[in-house]
């Protein structure tokens, strides 16, 4: 750690230099970055963790893409939805004070001695998180409905170039591969077990399981999870990840949204790695490891994060479950039913 002043500047200053980030066209500042690849604005940065648990600090990514977005608009929130399946390791959110603007997040938890580990990993997420923010502002579809990329400069380049260029997120230099044969499918199993009231069905392909559900008695119902290989376009090949929640009412972007936010707040004890999106009019919460991603570290710190998800789920209960979307609500603020 030499060099820096506490844990959270050194994977600033690791994951800067991952990144490729000049010195001339980045702004660093405490615990924090700010550069514009692609024409679009990334904050990365580290936060002391709020909640008690190995995970003393918070890594923060942060791409802003969409602006002039009305949560009103039927045509414009579907084909925004649209997009959301072909994400990978980051969330749909709406940015703080200005819910007509759009962006990706993901934020993972780091104690002291994973430093080097969460450096890579995010900077992985980061530069995936740029190639989906920029599909998102260059989507026909998108901007037919009349929004607009948000971009910090005067057009939106085709990659970042010169000293700004990084290491493609599948570069091996950022996480090793690991081959088909010794995906941790049956260790993550039994990690899954290990949580009260969890089971786990393992295959050749990935791991099934249900968690306890939400309510309580025989109103329960299970929060199912699944871990297999796939593809998604136009990644290709990788481990795709999915929990399905259960809902009393069609779900609307929003509910996505509010989740995906909920998650990010600095009182979650969640990693958001993926995002939550509307799927058939029901909640889930997918991510995607692509495959020269699909180190056995990495599929177990997703399959955690998911466990901690299904907790995190099970102790908020109303104060974040979307119960309703009621008719006529103009999007700009979401509510909650909260159980009597």
């Known amino acids: 750690m030499t060099g820096y002043g506490d844990v959270g500047e050194e994977v600033i200053g690791r994951l800067a230099s991952r990144l490729g980030c000049a010195p001339h066209q980045v702004t660093l500042w405490q615990r924090g970055l700010t550069w514009h690849p ?19 600090w918070r890594v923060h990514v942060r ?11 039927r045509a414009m929130v579907e084909a925004i939805a649209s997009e959301l399946p072909h994400l990978a ?8 004070g200005s819910p007509s603007r759009l962006g990706l997040g993901a934020s993972a938890g780091m104690g002291a001695d994973r430093v080097e580990w969460t450096s890579r990993f995010m900077a992985a997420v980061a530069r995936l998180q740029v190639q989906d923010a920029v599909r998102l502002s260059r989507s026909p579809a998108i901007l037919a409905t009349g929004a607009a990329a948000d971009l ?21 230099r950022i996480l090793p591969p690991l081959a088909l044969d010794v995906l941790p499918f049956n260790e993550v199993a039994d990690a899954l077990r290990a ?31 699944e871990m297999r290989l796939g593809s998604r ?3 290709g090949q990788g481990v795709w990840v999915s929990m399905a929640l259960p809902m009393v009412a069609p779900a609307h972007l929003l509910h996505a949204l509010a989740l995906n936010e909920a998650e990010m707040a600095a009182s979650s004890s969640t990693d958001v790695v993926g995002g939550w999106i509307v799927r058939n009019a029901t909640l889930r919460h997918e991510s995607f490891v692509p495959w020269s991603l699909c180190a056995g ?24 479950i979307p119960a309703e979307w009621p008719d ?13």
């Open 152 to 172: 910090a400069t005067d057009r939106l380049s085709v990659e970042p170039t010169g000293t700004t260029a990084a290491p493609h997120p599948t570069d091996p």
């Open 63 to 73: 791409t802003w893409c969409l602006k002039r977005v009305v949560a009103s608009s």
């Open 328 to 340: 006529g609500m103009p999007g700009r603020v979401l509510p909650f039913k909260r159980s009597s």
């Open 233 to 235: 376009p136009p990644i």
């Open 89 to 96: 390791l980051s969330a749909l959110i709406r940015k703080p």
């Open 195 to 225: 949580h009260d009231g969890v089971r786990a069905i393992v295959s050749h392909s990935g791991v099934t399981a249900s968690f306890p559900g939400l309510g309580d008695g025989d109103q329960s119902e299970l929060i199912l999870f």
């Open 38 to 56: 692609a024409g679009l604005t990334q904050h990365i940065w580290a936060e002391a963790a709020n909640q008690p648990s190995a995970a003393e």
């Open 297 to 320: 570290e990495v599929i177990r710190h997703v399959a955690d994060a998911a466990a901690r998800r299904a907790a995190w789920l099970r102790q908020a209960g109303a104060a974040v």
